[in-house]
């Protein structure tokens, strides 16, 4: 069976690629990165997403029997929507590829929670409400695909805050501040989210590719883990494996950082707490798995396997570099 991942060098897809690979699955990844395992170069096509012919070429030349499209620009750091092409025409580009795949299975398309704002209770599942330029750009990810269905049977889904091996920014970054015991409670306030160990969201992924999902009213899936974390507990979950205490710091004296940070971003300074953060910190954000949840029935892993596999990871990978 051959499954072509595009956009495998990243962070899900790393291990995505990885936990195929291992149960003897024919993988190609289509990326103009490198692969984060480099023992992973023999799978590996350096292909931008965004130019039509080449990635037509790839993809038809594989015959894949399945397609995860997971190839975007992620980051929070676009002015315009022009800046994620690789969201917009990338994918009206897989639309347009997929339906020349004869023999395809099935077709799932990453878009992002962050297609609506954190809080934001949906109706449906076009139901939009983006905050950000990235946000908006996945929007129009979702309208590519319904605009131009697949043939064959096919899925949307929308990762939460997904963290474990191999991630990057922004969820490392949690991970590193309560490591250098940085990180620290806002008063008693209690802050839920919907964040997802990859190695449960490998499973959700895996088990909508190879089940069918036909009911179009019933097309859009979030990847994450349920219950929802509670922030705190996850931290002193962490810094408990690591052998000390979170720090607990006044909410008015957070709130004085926060507006001390955003003074200074007015001159270009970073500093490490702004409104923004503080905001984030406060603020609930969950998400809706019951879709989920019907498909991908179970959560292999729990947040103490996820956090006791990220600290080896984090300690292996340190080690090497």
């Known amino acids: 069976m051959k499954i072509l991942i595009t956009g495998a060098s990243g962070f899900i897809g790393t291990n995505l690629l990885e936990d195929l690979n291992t149960k003897g699955y024919?993988?190609?990844?289509?990326?103009?990165?490198?692969?984060?395992?480099?023992?992973?170069?023999?799978v590996w096509k350096n292909i931008d997403i965004t130019e039509y012919e080449s990635f037509?070429?790839?993809?038809?030349?594989?015959?894949?029997?399945?397609?995860?499209?997971?190839?975007?620009r992620t980051d929070l750091d676009g002015k315009t929507l022009k800046d994620y092409d690789a969201n917009v025409s990338g994918v009206k580009n897989l639309m347009n590829i997929v339906n020349e795949?004869?023999?395809?299975?099935?077709?799932?398309?990453?878009?992002s929670k962050f297609v609506t704002r954190n809080g934001y209770v949906i109706k449906n599942q076009f139901d939009y409400c983006p905050h950000t330029k990235y946000g908006e750009s996945k929007v129009e990810t979702e309208k590519k695909v319904w605009?131009?269905?697949?043939?064959?049977?096919?899925?949307?889904?929308?990762p939460t805050s997904i963290w474990g091996p191999w991630f990057g920014v922004p969820y490392r970054n949690f991970f590193d501040m309560v490591m250098r015991r940085m990180y620290f409670h806002i008063g008693h306030i209690k802050c839920h989210k919907t964040y997802g160990y990859i190695g449960n969201a490998i499973y959700q992924i895996e088990q909508l590719?190879?089940?069918e999902t036909p009911d179009e009213n019933n097309k859009v899936f979030y990847i994450g883990d349920e219950p929802a974390y509670e922030i705190n507990e996850w931290a002193d979950e962490i810094a408990g494996e690591l052998?000390?205490?979170?720090?607990?710091?006044?909410?008015w004296f957070v709130k004085c950082l926060a507006k001390f940070g955003d003074f200074l971003g007015l001159f270009g300074i970073h500093f490490p707490m702004q409104s923004f953060r503080y905001g984030n910190m406060t603020n609930d954000g969950t998400n809706d798995m019951t879709n989920t949840f019907k498909v991908a029935s179970e959560m292999p892993f729990t947040r103490l396997d996820g956090t006791r596999a990220t600290l080896k990871w984090i300690e292996e990978y340190e080690g090497k570099k």
Do not use: Q
């Open 243 to 251: 052998g000390f205490k979170v720090p607990t710091m006044p909410v």
């Open 101 to 111: 795949c004869k023999g395809l299975k099935k077709v799932i398309v990453a878009s």
């Open 56 to 72: 037509k070429k790839e993809v038809l030349d594989f015959k894949p029997d399945y397609i995860v499209h997971l190839a975007a």
């Open 147 to 158: 605009e131009n269905k697949p043939h064959c049977d096919w899925c949307i889904i929308r």
């Open 26 to 42: 024919t993988v190609l990844n289509l990326d103009f990165n490198e692969p984060k395992i480099l023992e992973r170069r023999n």
């Open 209 to 211: 590719l190879f089940n």
